[in-house]
Structures are given as C-alpha cells and as structure tokens.
C-alpha cells in the first residue's frame, strides 16, 4: 500500500513541526496553529475541519483550568498551606518529602499541575536551601506527585478532558467528574508512597553552589551609605580600602542623583554616598563592620533588633511587585521587611535598590522578622 499524496504532506508537516518545537523557533501555540493553517492551505482538511476543535467542550473546560490556575497563581491562594508543607524544622528527607508532595498532589487533582508546579519550584528550592536538603530530593518527587494527583479526577489534567470527548464523539458518554477515580486513587496513592519510601535512595544529590549555611553564593547588587560622620568622607575608593575587597566589588556610586561609575580607584567619597556593590551577601555585614559604612535603611533605627533572619524570595511572574519598583509598593511597610540585595541573572543594575524595577525571576535578598516566612 503507497501513501497518498496527503499522507506525504502530513508526514513533512508533522516532521517539520517536531524539529521546530525542539528547537524552539516559536512558542508552541504559533507553531501548532501554522501547521494546521498549513494542511488547511494544502487542502488535506478542510477550514471546519481545522478550527472544529476551538469548539470542542474538552478545549473550553481546559481553557477554564488554565482560568483557574492563573487566579490561584495571582491571588497566593496556597500560601496558606506553605508552613504545613515546607516547615522550618520538617525531619528527616522522608518526613519532608511526604510532607510537600501529599498536599501537592491532592490540590493537583483539582488543577493543572503545570503552574502548580511553577508556583511550588522556587519556593521549594528555597526551602531546601534553608533545612539542607537538595532541591533535586524535593523538586523531582513535587514533580511526578503533581502528575499523579492529576489521575484522579476528571479534571486533574487536560488528557482526561480530551479522552472523554473523544468517548463522548463515539457515542459512549461523558467521563464522570469521579469515574476514573476507582482506578486513579489507588494508583496516585502507590506512587506517592513509592517517592515517600523508595525514591530518596535513588534521588541524585545535586548541590547547588551554596555557602556554608546552604544560602545561596550568586552575586547580589547590594547598597550601603557613607554616613555624616563617617572617617570615608573625602578618601578615595583605595584609601578606604574598597578595591580589592574579598567576595564584593563596588559597582556604581549614587550622588545626589548622580550615577557614578564606572568607578576608578581615585574617586572620592563624600557623606551621603550610596555605594552599590555586587557580590557574596555576606559581605554586607563584613562591610558593616568596619563601622565607616551603614545601610541606607537601618532597622535599628526604629527599635528593631539588629540582628535578624535574612530570606531569599523570588519574584514570580505574576506577582504585584513585578514591573514596580520597591519604593513604589513600600515594600518595607508592606512586609515590615527591607530588601539588602538584588540578583538578577547575572546583569549589573544600573538604578539603587529602591528605584529598580522589579522582574519576574529576580531573588530579592531580605532581612525581616521570622513571621516574614508566612506573610
């Protein structure tokens, strides 16, 4: 038996449409409907035949899902269940591995485990920073147990959706919301038991490049002022020994609302300088230290303890403080916390701390008191 002519252009189709969503060429969306618009334009399918699937009820109920996610994305809905999963003392691997991924797969029955799990990640490898366990132990386990929990609804996931239309189309019926469940359940329940009790021996141990108490050692772009009475006013970068620091480098210099920098070893300078540099955040309280350099906001000025916990938080994409700067939220009256420093991939920030505008993906370094966890 020979192919017809639109078996041979579905073939190219099909094969030119992998290459291009491994490589990457274009978002999936435009991809796919180019391909369609493709084999409509070659008349191997008909245009009703090609758009009848935007009116398909298993594509709108997904399309709901997705609704649904994004509102629990934006409104934090789940940050509630953050101290149950992801305590500060969880025990032991198991312990905290049960304790993540048994909440994670029952909330993925309900949604879509795909922003469920771009809402966990950076906050579970966050927390696996902070109690010393490899987030490779605690990422890999949320995975496969978000897509286990999606096995026992209807709606855990889009396949299921799908399956029951096309049942639906053959004349056998819709899926019940709990159908599948009899099945589902049993198996969601032995496969979290298998991450819970096998998988931490064979998880591979994937350390991050952290400091010594599991923070992270990614440069930051930090800021600290020269005070009014500070012996640095009117001594070069080198005569204060700023030059050739251990872990830091000064970046810029903000005067007055002036952008100094590139800066040389013979720059002065002057009371009320804020030095930006970038770096190790440990540096800021070896910087502090010395005692000639403060913060710009200094949390002992309004009767706070001195010492307090330092986090690392993550902006996420559709979080309120993207796109605004910190002064512009009052993050530190918002959050009764102060952001120390700023990591955004590697790039140099040109603007000080307060005046940045805040992306998607920047880890924002922040002292704050230990209910900042939960807020």
Known sequence: MTLGMDAWITLAVTVVLLIALVLELASPDILLLSAVLVLILAGVISPQEGL????????????ALFVIAAAVTRSGALSFLYPLMMPSNPGGLRESIARLIIPAAAISAFTNNTPLVAILTPVVRDWGGRVGIS?????????FATTLGGVMTLIGTSTNLLVSALLAADGLGHLGLWEISVVGVPVAIAG????????????????PATTGNGASSRPYQFELTVPRDSPLHGKTIEQAALRSLEGAF???IHRAGELIGPVSPGQKLRRGDRIAFVGDHQ???ALLERGDLVRPVDPSAAGEPRELPIFHAVVAA?????GKTLREVDFRSHYDAVVLGIHRRGER???????TRLEAGDLLLIEGHPAFETA
């Open 52 to 63: 009848s699937g935007f009116a398909n009820p298993a594509v709108l109920a997904i399309a």
């Open 283 to 285: 540096m800021i309280d």
């Open 318 to 322: 559709h979080s309120a403080l993207a």
């Open 192 to 207: 979290v038991a298998y991450l819970i009790f096998i998988a931490p021996a064979l998880l591979p141990e994937r350390i």
């Open 135 to 143: 987030p490779s132990k605690l990422l890999i386990p949320m995975a």
């Open 250 to 252: 000064v970046a810029h």
């Open 349 to 355: 920030l040109e603007s000080s701390l307060g005046r």
